[in-house]
């Protein structure tokens, strides 16, 4: 495949992460904090990657986030239930990729899409490194749509 792999009729399902939303997470408006919702995205992106490469993505390799974009639909209220946050890859570069990302309340409400950029690091210089290949087939598995934004720049 070219070096960003392309997306095909045959995309995968999104992997679907039960995140708990937090008293604490909730602002002086009584909704869940815009700031929270970085962070639900994090632990679904932490916990599907240790599902998908069990705990193990290469020796002497880091990732870092690039980029962040997230689109809030709704607000989001506590709930004992957690949300849903279906999560996926939704591009495969030669350093980098990306993931999609929708966050469902208990109640059915969309709360926020985003997408986040991951750069491989080798960790012993610093710098940007090519996807192992171990790494691009597992990452292929989970390929599918980019977020739906309403609107890009």
């Known amino acids: 495949m070219s070096e960003t792999s392309k997306r095909t009729s045959s995309d995968s399902a999104p992997h679907v992460v039960p995140v708990a939303l937090r008293w604490g997470d909730m602002d002086s408006l009584g909704h869940v904090n815009n700031v929270q919702f970085a962070r639900l995205f994090e632990e679904a992106r932490v916990r599907s990657m240790n599902d998908w490469f069990d705990g193990d993505r290469g020796e002497g390799i880091g990732m870092v986030v690039a980029h962040q974009e997230i689109e809030f639909a ?24 990306d993931f999609a990302y929708r966050l469902t309340a208990a109640d ?46």
């Open 74 to 97: 709704a607000p989001l209220y506590y709930s004992p239930e957690p949300a849903q946050c279906e999560i996926r890859v939704s591009r495969i570069g030669g350093k980098s990729f």
């Open 108 to 153: 059915g409400t969309v709360g926020a899409i985003a997408e986040t950029t991951i750069t491989v690091l080798d960790l012993d210089t610093g710098r940007p490194t090519p996807l192992s290949e171990r790494a691009r087939e597992v990452l292929e598995r989970h390929l599918g749509e980019p977020a739906p934004f309403r609107r890009r720049r």
